[in-house]
């Protein structure tokens, strides 16, 4: 098992590099002079121009300049926001909890209602449910999210006047973060009533994020779930008269599982892009709203490090899912 | 001699290529979806194609006197404006056709780019393997590192937004699709029988690849190439909604979307039917996308 995490962390080496690559590459691709881009739209004096040039390093020679940014990077320095003035690492840090809670309800919602519903249209395969379901998967999949995002807004906020259109919690709500969940620290503090303020607003944002992992897990949950009912050993305890439940539930479940595992895993990509939309629709103040505010502010540090933040991210994610992948099946780690 | 050996063939091939075709109607028409889906995607090419006939207005025609007007069945609407009007007073049925152009035309072009990009890649690194094969593959894992729609972000940062930009930016992302496609479809096909032949008979590198190769890895690749034109369609829909993409007043289907935003509480339907257009032209796409997949590739077939 240490040897199978060990080879699976040296084949992430390459791409660490190439992402360190991409974030160092991407401000001084952008048009015109990296650090008048930096400044902005007022631009600086001449003097200040070579300064902020000796500061990071343009002067000197590419490689230099790029072993440099990769010693900035692993000791944690992340660069100054040039809007807020703040590092950019503690303004991750502030904003990340709130993805994290997006993502993880969103996550939540659709496993919840993917998984069971791909093993009850597997179980009924060809019933009107399984059609309809596959159908509805399909239209999931197919879905817009911003735009579903705005549709919910319309019926929800609009018209019943359920939920509040914006924002994480009610303004009048304020407390130090323990774990950076709203719907967890509200409630560590006993405050119901702010608990129930952060559960409105992250209704709708998890809906509209988990929609498309909703759509995708539930069909690959039916495939791997016929896939194996199909089994020898399904018919064997069939064979043995268990009963239906105990076969499905037992038997059966726990060899589909296998592949809805890594298809979870891999829909944290897709979750982070679409936290880019969900959080711009419903100004959700976590880091795909952040990323988009830089870039249209040319706050090119922030997006340089987000990039690069997201990036570490996602590959630590897609690590634990492989290695989840190799403990829940044997098979994986002789190869 | 010469002349029947050139004849034989063609004789051979023609009744042959339509008896394919008609495998393939079968194994396709069976699927309701996908037949549907398909009688969506034409009317839709229709639309683009026949907008300046079909639209009762020009796209960017303002009327001033029907600012948010609301579609014709709903009180206050009228029918000389079906779906209604935008803030600015011009005909949202009008520039959701004229927008119908727009989103074939991004997914087709952005499909050829990554077609084209993916294919040289995955057959040079299947083909060569070695060096070429590990760098050509790093680099391909190292763009499926960032979520996609990110990395788009991030590439029309660098290039400007626009259009033609917003295609290259989410070509480039769509491409290691295809790139491991076409590597692992040509690894497998490398060491066959015909293709051995066909290096012994002295064909060359590009012969072997494009000719004798790559014909037999088309079937995944016309299904990935399916899903991919839906999914850049979405994707820059995503672009133009935050205001990356096509630049207003390109009637534009998510550009439209971004500059609807302020309104929703005040009118629906200025949000409502260029979301709609998105959505049916996408999902049909992928109900085309799933029946080519099970006429195409048995292996694949959904169960």
């Known amino acids: ?335 | 001699m010469s002349q029947s050996t050139e004849i034989a063939p063609m004789a051979a091939g023609s009744p042959d290529r339509l008896t394919g075709f008609k495998t393939f109607w079968h194994y396709f028409s069976v699927n309701r979806g996908a037949v549907i889906g398909l009688f969506v995607f034409i009317l839709l090419v229709l639309a683009a194609l026949f907008a300046p006939l079909l639209a009762p207005y020009a796209p960017d025609v303002q009327d001033k006197t029907a600012f948010l007007r609301p579609p014709a069945w709903q009180a206050g609407g009228s029918t000389q404006y079906l779906l209604g009007t935008d803030p600015v007073g011009r005909d949202i049925l009008s520039r959701l056709l004229y927008g119908a152009r727009f989103s074939l035309l991004i997914g087709a072009v952005v499909v050829t780019l990554a077609l084209t990009g993916g294919i040289t890649l995955g057959l040079l690194a299947g083909y060569f393997r070695g060096w070429v094969d590990v760098a050509i593959m790093r680099v391909m894992d190292l763009i499926l590192a960032f979520p996609s729609l990110l990395l788009a972000l991030v590439l029309v940062t660098i290039l400007g937004p626009g259009l033609f930009n917003a295609m290259l930016a989410i070509s480039l992302v769509l491409q290691p699709h295809f790139a491991r496609l076409v590597r692992a479809a040509v690894m497998a096909e490398k060491s066959r029988e015909y293709v051995v032949a066909a290096k012994v008979a002295g064909a060359g590198h590009v012969r072997l690849m494009l000719a004798t190769i790559l014909p037999n890895c088309l079937a995944p690749l016309i299904v990935q190439g399916t899903l991919s034109f839906s999914n850049a369609i979405l994707e820059a829909a995503a672009l133009g909604f935050l205001g990356l993409g096509a630049q207003p007043p390109t009637p534009e289907w998510g550009t439209m979307l971004a500059s609807a935003r302020e309104f929703i509480l005040r009118a629906w339907w200025v949000v409502t039917f260029p979301g709609l257009a998105i959505l049916i032209t996408v999902l049909a796409i992928n109900l085309v996308g799933d029946g080519l997949r099970d006429a195409l590739d048995p292996k694949l077939r959904r169960s």
């Open chain 1, 1 to 335: 098992m240490l040897r199978y995490l060990l080879h699976k962390i040296a084949l992430l080496i390459p791409t660490l590099v190439g992402i360190t690559i991409c974030a160092f590459a991407f401000v001084r691709l952008l048009p015109g002079d990296p650090i008048l881009a930096m400044a902005g739209e007022h631009g600086v004096a001449p003097a200040r121009y070579e300064e902020l040039k000796q500061q990071f390093g343009y002067n000197l020679p590419i490689w230099e300049q790029y072993a440099r940014y990769v010693g900035e990077v692993a000791t944690g320095d992340f660069g100054v926001s040039i809007s807020s003035k703040r590092p950019v690492l503690e303004e991750f840090k502030t904003l990340f909890p709130a993805t994290l809670e997006l993502s993880f309800f969103a996550m939540i919602f659709a496993m919840v209602l993917g998984v069971p519903a791909g093993i009850f249209a597997a179980v009924k395969r060809g019933s009107w449910f399984d059609q309809s379901l596959m159908g509805t998967a399909l239209v999931g999949y197919s879905m817009p999210i911003f735009w579903w995002g705005l549709l919910l807004i319309i019926f929800f906020s609009g018209y019943l006047g359920w939920t509040p259109v914006s924002g994480r919690i009610g303004l009048q709500f304020f407390f130090k973060q323990i774990t950076g969940f709203m719907t967890i620290d509200s409630l560590l503090y006993g405050k119901w009533d702010a608990f129930r303020s952060a559960l409105s607003h992250l209704v709708l944002p998890a809906i509209v994020l988990g929609t498309i992992p909703l759509a995708v897990i539930a069909r690959q949950t039916r495939s791997a779930m016929l896939e194996v009912l199909g089994e020898d050993y399904v018919r064997t305890a069939r064979a043995k008269g268990l009963s239906s439940a105990r076969v499905v539930g037992v038997h059966a479940l726990r060899n589909a599982l296998i592949p809805v595992v890594t298809t979870i895993g891999l829909q944290v990509g897709t979750l982070l892009a679409g936290a880019i939309l969900t959080e711009t629709i419903f100004a959700w103040p976590g880091i795909g709203k952040w990323m988009v505010d830089s870039i249209f502010k040319r706050d090119y540090v922030v997006v340089q490090s987000g990039l690069l933040l997201i990036a570490l991210i996602v590959m630590a994610v897609n690590l634990i899912v492989d290695v989840l992948y190799a403990v829940i099946n044997p098979r994986i780690r002789a190869a």
